[in-house]
């Protein structure tokens, strides 16, 4: 560790904080500051992959952990080592973590400190720096619902605070008044780029004004002034939840990560950044106030290093991870024991969108903790109407407004799985899961394979044409799911299927994409159970059964199918209802091409790289001696999907379904 023997240009003011209070901050800063030090020659080796330095910015993580309850959570980034070593995380599986092995807390599946763990109450990051602010709003909702008092803390840069959800969560924590401490680390540079290229005001707390929402400035590098400012506002957040903002004005000493440099700052720059180093000053003053002697520095100094080899020595040890592809396949999703509940009550003729509304609100009434989001789902019950009356049974805590803020919420719903609740999140129209879409496919699809975390989460998605509704109202963009391990998938035609396919959804924690059909929402009718029932998620459907071809869809495709074939009586057909795209039940689908020889597989998606191909695929590897014919798939054209009702009807495959019926039966 690198001494300054100039005098200390920081000014400390204990507030009569204990003698043994003074020595753990400098210790807890000391720890990880020797950690990195070793790191960086370990990484000049070549026995670590990166590095993303801290140094000199360890008051903050220090400061704001011992600020807070170890079973509050905190949510750091990479530059926040202090906070795991704060919580006592064992070196030797950090060491595991950032050389791949399996001790480490994702199984050698994810780099750094991209990790969290329960035990230790740590969200870790995801590149994307944006979705941990949102995460951070739900589980300081979940406390909030739960009147637990607690404080969670989540931290960013001053780069992070330029991506849409750093807007979007403190927005949302404001409008909830969710307990979050949202900290950001201004320290100069979002890897290059300077702070006046980042934004154009003169501090970022003052954003907190715009969103209604209290702010502070604090040195950084001050480990006194960030331990008893955050420990104060943390006492008020908890006796008054509400979020605060907090900017801490530090500085980065070395490159983004170690292989980019700092030749791009301005070398006084450093130098007088330099002089603020939070460890040198506190050292010297602890030792100028008598805390410490040279005694206890030698003791402390023995210890960390010991410490150091001797965990090292422990994840050197240990082997080279090694899994099998049975284990890798295993640990995408968090493992799920079906629970059938058999449909033994009364039968009721329902629309679709009643058998909907009728599982959620019995799923509702099974979990207690369920909470359900969406624009306009509250006293206005949605805009399909499917959650009308739920505030008056559920209250409000449970049936939530968001604002327009897709990214945030399905980051919120992440946030409430961590903290044990589930969660069903109302996409208004299935189209605006692009706004969305980085949560979903590389958040929610991918912790529990990377730490083991479950994303115990419904995104119900109403969507498809048919409705002259247009290119943004009537997509049925089930593709985009399907292609990323992590999700599950789910599409039904009926509303038995519907409602019993949506109770399995919402208790499976794994998370789950449910699409509807809005076209079929008033116009299917079905008898479906009055009471609570399930079905298995991976099963299709057979619902028609002949042996001259094979008819594979899902949702409306369906309906078109069958009104096909009551045109054409003659035609003996197995009609397939996929039900579920992923998992998908191949077997009940490489059952009917063996058994007809021939196959047609209707989507209402357009034709590239949608499902039908995937299935195509499949059909011609595992059947290909069985077939009589080529796979035939149909689909809508490769265009958006329009808005008058004839171009609708052109760009939809309904008309083409029929006629290359007919030739592939033909064939």
């Known amino acids: ?24 901050l400098y210790v807890n800063m000391l720890r990880p500051r020797l950690v990195e030090e070793k790191m960086l020659v370990l990484l000049r080796q070549g026995k670590i992959s990166k590095w993303f330095s801290g140094i ?97 803390a989540v931290f960013t840069g001053e780069g992070g605070t330029s991506e849409g959800d750093f807007h979007e969560a403190l927005n949302v924590a404001s409008v909830w008044q969710l ?59 908890r ?11 530090t500085f980065r000493m070395r490159g983004h990560e170690e292989a980019s440099g700092t030749k791009y700052v301005p070398k006084d720059l450093l130098e007088t950044w330099e002089l603020k180093d939070p460890i040198d000053n506190f050292h010297k003053y602890l030792k100028k106030e008598g805390v410490i002697n040279d005694a206890f520095e030698v003791d402390i100094l023995n210890k960390i290093t010991t410490e150091i080899s ?27 024991e079906y629970e059938h509940v058999t449909a033994n009550s009364k039968l009721k003729e329902v629309r679709f969108v009643d058998a909907i509304s009728e599982g959620l609100k019995q799923s509702m009434e099974r979990y207690e903790d369920l909470v359900i989001m969406g624009q306009d789902i509250a006293e206005y019950g949605g805009v399909f109407k499917i959650t009308d009356g739920f505030v008056a049974q559920f209250g409000k805590d449970r049936v939530r407004n968001t604002p327009i ?52 989460v419904v995104l119900r998605m109403p969507c498809g044409g048919g409705v002259g509704a247009g290119p943004f109202h009537s997509q049925t963009n089930e593709a985009w799911f399907t292609k990323t391990p992590g999700l599950k998938v789910v599409y039904p035609a009926f509303p038995y299927d519907a409602k019993g396919l949506l109770n399995t959804a919402i208790s499976d924690p794994n998370p789950v994409l449910f699409f509807e059909h809005k076209g079929l929402y008033r116009r299917i009718r079905q008898d479906v159970p009055t009471a609570y029932f399930t079905l298995p998620l991976g099963k299709a459907s057979v619902i028609r059964e002949g042996n001259e071809i094979s008819i594979i869809s899902y949702g409306a495709g369906v309906h078109w199918a069958l009104d096909t074939l009551k045109k ?45 191909s995937d299935i195509s695929a499949l059909i011609m590897e595992h059947c290909f001696e069985y077939l009589d014919a080529p796979v035939k798939r149909i689909a809508s ?30 064939y």
């Open 1 to 24: 560790m690198k001494t300054s023997k100039l005098q200390t240009p920081l000014q400390y003011d204990t507030q009569g904080l204990d003698v043994a209070i003074l020595k753990q």
């Open 56 to 152: 000199g910015q360890e008051a903050i993580s220090v400061g704001v952990t011992m600020a807070l309850h170890n079973e509050e959570y905190i949510l750091p980034m990479h530059r926040n080592l202090g906070v795991f070593t704060t919580r006592n995380v064992p070196l030797h599986r950090l060491f595991a973590q950032w050389q791949g092995k399996a001790s480490g807390f994702t199984k050698g599946r994810d780099r750094s400190f991209h990790f969290g763990t329960q035990h230790y109450k740590i969200v870790g990051m995801i590149s994307h720096l944006g979705p941990q602010l949102g995460v951070a709003d739900g589980i300081a909702l979940a406390s909030k619902l739960k009147n637990k008092n607690q404080v969670t």
């Open 179 to 237: 307990p979050v401490l949202f900290c950001i680390e201004n320290n100069g540079y979002g890897l290059s780029t300077p702070t006046s290229e980042q934004y154009n005001c003169e501090n970022l707390a003052d954003r907190g004004l715009g969103y209604g929402m209290e702010s502070h400035i604090i040195d950084g590098n001050n480990i006194l002034e960030v331990y008893t400012k955050v420990q104060d506002i943390a006492k008020s957040i």
């Open 239 to 249: 006796k008054n939840p509400r979020p605060i903002l907090i900017e801490f004005k």
């Open 310 to 336: 001797e965990h090292l020595e422990v994840a050197f040890n240990e082997d080279s991870i090694n899994s099998t592809l049975t284990n890798e396949l295993k640990d995408v999703y968090k493992s799920f």
């Open 405 to 456: 803020c897709e990214s945030a919420i399905v980051e919120t719903a992440m946030g409430l799985s961590i903290a044990g609740l589930k969660s069903v999140v109302e996409m208004q129209f299935a189209d605006f899961a692009s706004s969305g879409f980085n949560p979903i496919v590389n958040y929610l699809a991918k912790s529990h394979y990377r730490w083991g975390q479950a994303a115990d």
């Open 568 to 612: 054409h009586t003659h035609i003996l057909a197995d009609v397939i209802d996929l039900r579920t795209l992923q998992p998908l039940d191949v077997e009940t689908i490489y059952t009917s091409v063996k058994k007809t020889g021939k196959a047609i597989i209707l989507q209402e998606d357009s034709l590239f790289g949608g499902v039908a």
């Open 637 to 666: 054209i490769e265009t958006p999907i329009p808005f008058a009702d004839n171009l609708e009807s052109q760009y939809l495959p309904i008309q083409r379904f029929e006629s290359e019926l007919m030739t592939l039966l033909n």
